[in-house]
């Protein structure tokens, strides 16, 4: 055994490490276009300690450590591009305190979106957390480490923005708590504190390691119904989402189209998620979003589809489990896409710029739209599936997947957990003073440079 | 292919049913009249702008004349939309033929079960032995358009279907949904085709096989409210067997306000068209009047009305159940 391998093994026990080589060909790749990497080892620690004592071996050593959850990027965020330590966080998924009159979780990083799903229901039936479309093993602190969005942000913003505080331990080893719970018992929020909370989210693991969330939770309604709004020119879309988040009554809301099913095809569909606690609630919900889009309507320009139960099933769902369906439309496992972060009046044109650059590169493509905070912004998906088995399919998605954060760049959007490639882009475009504090902070945090190498670097 | 529609009926006729009856506008007979006459000379007439496409009035019109029919063909010559142009394009879109239907000859009766695959595990049991059940976007009655003001669709569409159902040397068809019996006894007939093929309507099919199994026909004893579909406008004349089937298995239609020529539409149709709050009323309206009439359940002939009015109904505490399912309870059979 290595020496590394062996100090890794007296931290966590030996069965928690791993440097086989199928374990490595594993841990090298995601499902998204980036080419493998494979790492030296693999461990999993069950305790915040194990992570400090880690951090502390690969600072010695210069080693590079690359902290991953699910590892459900899509995007190689938690390729080891320069080898080291992967640092698997699914052991520590415990839920350590839900309080359920200020409302708030504080779970441990590698808790699972669908653990934490089920719990609530199970204990805490009122309160639910924001739940993305990711597969349920996707950990809530991998999700809040690239700002992910879910079922509730287009009431509450993006999943970063519902983080009351972390328990992080930093590259020198301290272990660091940020918001209220530094100065309280409580977990309550990141006000009135300068937010440090900040130096953790968005930064893809390069600035410590998160160990701990405390998470907001929201109340749980009963009954949850969709309607889809349909239209067939995307000039529209920009209006149709500011009518229905006008009406404050809307929950999740997306806009989905692809070339595949027929139905889909050539439309632009408005899902708009509503939630109440009685039918005299849903059904006022209902008629005020019909209120909202009558214009529409009454014009011919747009209309709410008929969904069968059998459908409508299907969007009901928390997570939507067609999203992962979809992921794999081309079979072989490879999906990935560019979501870019951008404003909602932007639709038109990067739905007219995601067609032109699938068109152009022959790819397969569906964009799903994801509202955030009253229209504050949306992520625009563009998604590319391919088969991973297929050379010249993983080049196309590639080729489409690199001219797209070209055209959100120039647009004014911004990509969302970009891989490498798409970093370098918006590095480049970015204010020179904003590029320098990046690197003086990363500096400052991580002066050896062994937090997850190649990301975020300027 | 031309409707046969004859002015002249309509000149006689003293009562202009078609309109006066009709349950989502409201005319008195002089301005029926007047409506009437308009859409004869081919004129734009509040009609065309306001049906509900309910297919009532071809029920109401005992002269044999087709004044649906010809409501649809000048909507759609007029450029009028009943319902939003993405919901008609996608509806055309979703269920336009795929083009990779082979044709075969059937194992056994061959019966169409439209476009609903969901239900596909729902005809089984001894009802449905020595059948073949099959769908396809390449055999669908298309006869949905009529709705939308897409008769063009269905004109274009329907020849092929009927051609790769003759290939597969088809002599009987049973349609499981009333809509797809109506295109080939009514619709074809009205725009002059041919159907090399006889239709055979489920009820008729299904009276035919519980006689079959007569000894073990257990009388179900059930009040039930019938929620009868648009299409049936289009063939009225297979009433009765229903009423026959029904006395069959023991079970009693009970009369209420929206039953027969004055049933209530689902509603789905109507939302699609962006008419919302005249889906709630008649939705409500209906479901109060099977409430009223003492049914405990509810009894589909239309698969889609069963899907849209299915929760609806359960909820207001009538076992919603399709009709070939009701069969199959009589038989015995779990369902
Ligand atoms: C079908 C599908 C649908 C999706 N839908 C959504 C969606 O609706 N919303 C959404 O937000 N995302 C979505 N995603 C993207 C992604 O899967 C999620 O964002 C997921 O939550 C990421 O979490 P993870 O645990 O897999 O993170 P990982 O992939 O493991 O890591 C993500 C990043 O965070 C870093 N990291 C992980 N854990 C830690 C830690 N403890 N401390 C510091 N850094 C850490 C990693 O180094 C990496 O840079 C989807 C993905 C798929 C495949």
């Known amino acids: 055994m290595d020496n590394i391998l062996q100090s890794l093994a007296a931290i966590v026990g030996e069965q928690y490490v791993s440097n086989r080589q199928e374990e490595l060909y594993l841990y090298a790749r995601d499902q998204g276009t980036m080419d493998p990497h494979p790492p030296d080892y693999v461990v999993l620690p069950g305790t915040v300690e194990e992570v400090r004592e880690i951090v502390l071996l690969a600072g010695r050593e210069g080693i590079p450590?690359?902290?991953?959850?699910?590892?459900?990027?899509?995007?190689?965020?938690?390729i080891p591009l320069r080898g080291g330590i992967v640092l698997d966080m699914k052991r520590m998924n415990k839920i350590i305190e839900v309080n359920p009159?200020?409302?708030?979780?504080?779970?441990?990083a590698g808790v699972a979106q669908g653990q934490l799903q089920s719990y609530l229901e199970r204990h805490h039936p009122r309160l639910r957390h924001s739940i993305p479309d990711a597969p349920p093993m996707a950990t809530v602190g991998g999700n809040v480490a690239i700002h992910g969005s879910g079922h509730l942000s287009q009431a509450y913003g993006f999943h970063s923005d519902m983080v009351n505080g972390l328990e992080v331990v930093l590259p020198s080893g301290e272990i660091c708590h940020t918001g209220s719970c530094s100065a309280s018992p409580y977990w309550f929020a990141r006000s009135p504190l300068p937010d440090l909370t900040g130096l953790f989210l968005g930064w893809f693991g390069t600035t410590g390691i998160i160990t701990k969330v405390a998470l907001k939770l929201y109340p749980k309604k009963k009954m949850k119904d969709v309607l889809m709004f349909v239209t067939e020119n995307p000039d529209y879309v920009p209006d149709v989402i500011y009518r229905v988040t006008e009406t404050e009554m809307a929950e999740d809301v997306l806009v989905l189209s692809a070339p595949k099913p027929d139905w889909m095809a050539g439309f632009q569909i408005t899902s708009v998620a509503l939630t109440a606690d009685s039918q005299l609630e849903m059904d006022f919900k209902r008629k005020m979003m019909r209120q909202a889009l009558a214009g529409y309507i009454d014009d011919r320009e747009g209309g709410f589809m008929f969904l069968a139960p059998n459908l409508k099933k299907n969007f009901l769902e928390t997570p939507q489990r067609s999203v992962a369906r979809y992921a794999d439309v081309n079979k072989g496992g490879g999906f990935e896409y560019v979501g870019a972060i951008m404003p909602v009046e932007k639709f038109p044109q990067a739905y007219r710029s995601g067609v032109e650059i699938a068109g152009k590169c022959g790819t397969t493509y569906s964009f799903i739209v994801r509202i955030i905070g009253r229209a504050h912004c949306m992520m625009f998906a563009f998604a590319y599936p391919f088969n991973r088995a297929d050379k010249e399919d993983v080049q196309r998605a590639q080729k489409a997947l690199h001219e797209t954060n070209a055209a959100v760049l120039d647009m004014g959007g911004i990509p969302w957990k970009a891989e490498v490639p798409a970093q370098r882009m918006i590095i480049e475009k970015m204010d020179p003073s904003a590029r320098q504090l990046i690197g003086r902070v990363k500096a400052m945090l991580d002066p050896r440079g062994i937090m997850n190498p190649g990301n975020w670097e300027v | 292919m031309e409707l046969q529609f004859d002015t002249s009926i309509c000149a006689d006729c003293a009562t202009v049913d078609c309109l006066v009856k009709c349950q989502y506008m409201h005319f008195d007979l002089e301005s029926a009249r007047s409506e009437r006459q308009k859409l004869n000379n081919g004129e734009d007439s509040p009609v065309l702008h306001n049906?509900?496409?309910c297919y009532a009035c071809e029920e109401y019109c005992k002269l044999g004349n087709h004044p649906f029919y010809q409501?649809?063909?000048l909507q759609e010559q007029k450029g009028i939309w009943p319902a939003p142009r993405p919901i008609v394009h996608q509806q055309v879109k979703m269920f336009s033929p795929k083009g990779d239907f082979v044709p075969r000859e059937f194992a056994g009766v061959p019966v169409n079960l439209c476009l609903f695959p969901e239900l596909q595990g729902r005809l089984t049991g001894r009802l449905f032995e020595g059948t073949s059940v099959f769908f396809s976007r390449d055999l669908f009655c298309n006869l949905v358009y009529l709705h939308f003001a897409k008769n063009s669709v269905i004109k274009e569409r329907v020849p092929g279907v009927i051609q790769r159902l003759a290939a597969c040397n088809v002599e009987e068809l049973v349609c499981f949904h009333d809509e797809c019996y109506a295109l080939y006894a009514s619709w074809a007939p009205a725009y002059g085709l041919e159907v090399p093929f006889r239709p055979v309507h489920l009820f008729k099919y299904l009276i035919d096989r519980l006689k079959e199994n007569y000894s073990q026909v257990k009388k179900l004893g059930l009040k039930a409210a019938y929620q009868r579909p648009c299409s049936t406008r289009l063939t009225p004349a297979k009433e009765p067997l229903?009423?026959?089937?029904?006395?069959?298995?023991?079970?009693?239609?009970?009369?209420?306000?929206?039953?027969?020529?004055?049933?209530?539409?689902c509603g789905a149709i109507l939302r699609m068209h962006g008419r919302e709050e005249l889906a709630d009323d008649i939705n409500k309206r209906n479901l109060d009047d099977m409430v009223r009439s003492g049914a405990t359940a509810c009894i589909f002939n239309c698969p889609f009305c069963y899907l849209t009015l299915g929760e609806m109904v359960a909820a207001k505490g009538l076992r919603p159940l399709l009709i070939s399912d009701l069969c199959r309870l009589a038989l015995g059979e779990k369902l």
């Open chain 1, 101 to 108: 009159v200020s409302r708030y979780a504080v779970v441990e």
């Open chain 2, 71 to 73: 409501i649809v063909d």
């Open chain 2, 242 to 265: 229903l009423d026959e089937l029904l006395e069959l298995i023991g079970v009693e239609r009970v009369p209420r306000e929206y039953d027969r020529e004055n049933a209530l539409c």
């Open chain 2, 51 to 53: 049906c509900a496409t």
């Open chain 1, 65 to 78: 450590l690359v902290p991953m959850g699910g590892g459900l990027v899509l995007s190689g965020l938690t």
